[in-house]
Nanobody
Framework: QVQLVESGGGLVQPGGSLRLSCAAS????????MGWYRQAPGKQRELVAT??????TNYADFVKGRFTISRDNAKNTYLQMSSLKSEDTAVYYC?????????WGPGTQVTVSS
């Protein structure tokens, strides 16, 4: 089992920045990749960015150049978000790809509003 906890969400003005963190615990040795997803009200959950153990990253087109995913060890994954827009408002979820199954955190709310 892998437990994930996100933090760093909050209210920010358009054009501002936030840094989300995801702390993993438990059987983290089986994790192959980490990802950030988001879900806005009334919409489906969508991919934001992923990063493999080798450091390969993948981004959704709508965040390229604005968001950066990173990991500092097997336990912590980050999402640096800049130039935030109102349409980035959503609950942001961290996901661990452990091969045989995925694990999700409870999410952290990001609200972009003036």
């Amino acid at each position: 089992q892998v437990q994930l906890v996100e933090s760093g969400g909050g209210l920010v003005q358009p054009g501002g920045s936030l840094r989300l963190s995801c702390a993993a615990s438990g059987s983290i040795f089986g994790i192959r990749a980490m990802g950030w997803y988001r879900q806005a009200p009334g919409k489906q959950r969508e991919l934001v960015a992923t990063i493999t153990n080798a450091g390969r990253t993948n981004y959704a087109d709508f965040v390229k150049g604005r968001f950066t995913i990173s990991r500092d060890n097997a336990k912590n994954t980050y999402l640096q978000m800049s130039s935030l827009k109102s349409e980035d408002t959503a609950v942001y979820y961290c996901k661990a790809d452990a091969g045989f199954r995925d694990y999700w955190g409870p999410g952290t709310q990001v609200t972009v509003s003036s």
